[in-house]
Each structure stands twice: as structure tokens, then as C-alpha cells.
């Protein structure tokens, strides 16, 4: 049974997504969140214009080959950080600075995305590809998400991605990683935040036409695939 679903209903879900500065509407009308978030956001650049509280990792050679950039929100915290990778690489975002847990609390990794032509070559079981929203420090080896297939998203996608509660002094890290593709990706409003009281979340995607996808993958295909 989908509890998020059960708990906050087809007519909350929207309003609690509205809490959070996730909810389906334009980036220009997009309110700063309202829930306070304790990872960093994108608003803060270094001189380079890139987010100043998060590292571009390049995992493959070829990743020196991508294009990271930042898009300029209204506000600030709406910057989305732009991964054009023109040949086939590995290439993760990742925070820099540990992301302080509370023992005893369950918390929600939130982040928005939008996929232009992303093309992977490969099982993504048996070899990495696509896209993955990973928690680290959390779970053991840490929570992900996955996106795989080829093709585009419609428009700006939520991924949400309960966290079950840390043990005493543990740290988080948030990693946006892109594995062995080509394409272009955009993230914007990254954040954790604690679940609210009464509500038991479960993974999953919450796409432009009010669909929710559950479940700890998207799959996403051109009209060639069908």
C-alpha cells in the first residue's frame, strides 16, 4: 500500500509540496521554500559561478569533456546547476560538507530535476548508467534513487527519498550522480528536510501532470522505444 498516498491524499499532496517550493508551477511564480532545509542549496557561486557548497566530481576521462554551468533562479535558492555531457562519462554534484542528522528523526531528500536526450549505453544493472539521487552516511551503504531509459522528462520532475533515522552523530551527504550517458541534465532545490509528523513517505516521482510514480526508479523512453 502507498502510505504517502493514504496519508496526505490526492487534493495535500500539492499543498505539502507547495510547503516545500516543489509543487507544480513556473520557476518565475516559484516561492522560496518554506520549509527550512538543512543541506546547502545552489544560491550561494563561487568564482568559478558554480555552487559554492558543492563539488563537480568527474569519475571517467571523458567527463572532462561536460559542461557544468548554473541557471539563475528567482529566487537565489531556485538555481538550477545545468551537467551538459556531449560523450559518454561518469560525472556526479556532490556536497562538500557533512549534512548533520538528528538521532530518532526520519528525514526526506527532495530534489527537482529535468532530463533533455539523455542516451545510455548498457545494462543499467549490470553497469551503472543513468541518473542516481543517493544519501550517503544513511542505510548503511546510503538510499538512491535511479532514473534510466533514454529520452526526456516532460518537464521539471520531484524526487523524494525518505531517509530512515540516522544513528547518534551521523552525517549525510547528498550526491547527484550521472553514470556512463550522454545528455543534459538540470537540478535545482536540492534539500533535506525532516518528515512532518504523521506522515510515512515512500520513495518516488512526482512528475508535471500530477502523476505520482512509487518506487526507487523512473523509467523514461522516446516514442522510438514504445
Same mark, same amino acid.
Given at each position: 500500500?502507498?502510505?504517502?498516498?493514504?496519508r496526505?491524499?490526492?487534493?495535500?499532496?500539492?499543498?505539502?509540496?507547495?510547503?516545500?517550493?516543489?509543487?507544480?508551477?513556473s520557476a518565475?511564480?516559484?516561492?522560496?521554500?518554506?520549509?527550512?532545509?538543512?543541506?546547502?542549496?545552489?544560491?550561494?557561486?563561487d568564482?568559478?559561478?558554480?555552487?559554492?557548497?558543492?563539488?563537480?566530481?568527474?569519475?571517467?576521462?571523458?567527463?572532462?569533456?561536460?559542461?557544468?554551468?548554473?541557471?539563475?533562479?528567482?529566487?537565489?535558492?531556485?538555481?538550477?546547476?545545468?551537467?551538459?555531457?556531449?560523450?559518454?562519462?561518469?560525472?556526479?554534484?556532490?556536497?562538500? !560538507?557533512?549534512?548533520?542528522? /538528528?538521532? +530518532? %528523526?526520519?528525514?526526506?531528500?527532495?530534489?527537482e530535476?529535468?532530463?533533455? &536526450?539523455?542516451? $545510455?549505453?548498457?545494462?543499467?544493472?549490470?553497469?551503472?548508467?543513468?541518473?542516481?539521487?543517493? !544519501?550517503?552516511?544513511?542505510? /548503511?551503504? +546510503? %538510499?538512491y534513487?535511479?532514473?534510466?531509459?533514454?529520452?526526456?522528462?516532460? &518537464?521539471?520532475? $520531484?524526487?523524494?527519498?525518505?531517509?530512515?533515522?540516522p544513528?547518534?552523530?551521523?552525517?549525510?551527504?547528498?550526491?547527484?550522480?550521472?553514470?556512463?550517458?550522454?545528455?543534459?541534465i538540470?537540478?535545482?532545490?536540492?534539500?533535506?528536510?525532516?518528515?512532518?509528523?504523521?506522515?510515512?513517505?515512500e520513495?518516488?516521482?512526482?512528475?508535471?501532470?500530477?502523476?505520482?510514480?512509487?518506487?526507487?526508479?523512473?523509467?523514461?523512453?522516446?516514442?522510438?522505444?514504445?
Amino acid at each position: 500500500m502507498n502510505f504517502f498516498h493514504k496519508r496526505l491524499g490526492a487534493l495535500a499532496i500539492p499543498v505539502f509540496l507547495l510547503l516545500l517550493g516543489s509543487a507544480p508551477r513556473s520557476a518565475a511564480d516559484r516561492p522560496a521554500r518554506r520549509l527550512p532545509s538543512l543541506s546547502p542549496s545552489f544560491a550561494s557561486l563561487d568564482k568559478d559561478r558554480l555552487p559554492a557548497a558543492w563539488s563537480i566530481v568527474p569519475k571517467t576521462e571523458d567527463a572532462k569533456l561536460a559542461k557544468v554551468t548554473v541557471e539563475p533562479g528567482r529566487p537565489p535558492a531556485n538555481n538550477a546547476i545545468l551537467m551538459d555531457i556531449p560523450k559518454e562519462a561518469t560525472l556526479l554534484v556532490e556536497t562538500k !560538507a557533512p549534512v548533520k542528522l /538528528g538521532p +530518532g %528523526k526520519e528525514y526526506l531528500l527532495v530534489v527537482e530535476m529535468k532530463i533533455e &536526450d539523455m542516451h $545510455t549505453i548498457g545494462h543499467w544493472f549490470q553497469r551503472p548508467t543513468g541518473i542516481r539521487i543517493r !544519501a550517503t552516511g544513511v542505510g /548503511g551503504g +546510503g %538510499k538512491y534513487l535511479s532514473v534510466r531509459g533514454n529520452g526526456d522528462t516532460d &518537464d521539471w520532475v $520531484t524526487a523524494m527519498l525518505p531517509l530512515p533515522a540516522p544513528a547518534p552523530g551521523a552525517n549525510c551527504g547528498i550526491s547527484l550522480q550521472c553514470h556512463n550517458m550522454t545528455g543534459k541534465i538540470r537540478f535545482r532545490n536540492p534539500m533535506i528536510i525532516p518528515v512532518p509528523p504523521g506522515v510515512e513517505a515512500e520513495s518516488c516521482f512526482i512528475l508535471q501532470d500530477g502523476y505520482l510514480s512509487f518506487g526507487g526508479t523512473l523509467a523514461i523512453y522516446t516514442k522510438f522505444d514504445e
